[in-house]
Nanobody, 126 residues
Framework: QVPLVESGGGSVQAGGSLRLSCVGS????????MGWFRQAPGKEREFVTA????????TYADSVKGRFTISRDNAKNTVFLQMNSLRPEDTAVYSC???????????????????WGQGTQVTVTS
């Protein structure tokens, strides 16, 4: 088990910003490809972004490109998701996930990840 704990969610008005954190405990996150997914009520889990083990490679869903930024601080065993220019359609439960597999285009699939956090709610009001 690689316990992952997200924090930083909340309610914000459209156009606002939030910064989510994902902390790993019990094992160093630098060993894992990390991703963020989100799930809105009644919808399937959706890929948001992923980052390679060193942080040198990142990828984003088209819906968040240019507004969201993923980063990691391996010394602090933490992955971040900076979300700017938030929109009502960004409302969802956001979860971080860790994968033991290589950085590849498969990172958009939830089943590419082995470990998941419990999620944090992000609500964007218009």
């Amino acid at each position: 088990q690689v316990p992952l704990v997200e924090s930083g969610g909340g309610s914000v008005q459209a156009g606002g910003s939030l910064r989510l954190s994902c902390v790993g405990s019990g094992r160093t996150l630098s060993s894992y490809l990390m991703g963020w997914f989100r799930q809105a009520p009644g919808k399937e889990r959706e890929f948001v972004t992923a980052i390679s083990r060193t942080g040198g490679l990142t990828t984003y869903a088209d819906s968040v490109k240019g507004r969201f930024t993923i980063s990691r601080d391996n010394a602090k065993n933490t992955v971040f998701l900076q979300m700017n220019s938030l929109r009502p359609e960004d409302t969802a439960v956001y979860s971080c996930a860790a994968s033991t597999l290589p950085y590849s285009t498969a990172y958009v699939r939830p089943n590419y990840y082995t470990y998941w956090g419990q999620g944090t709610q992000v609500t964007v009001t218009s």
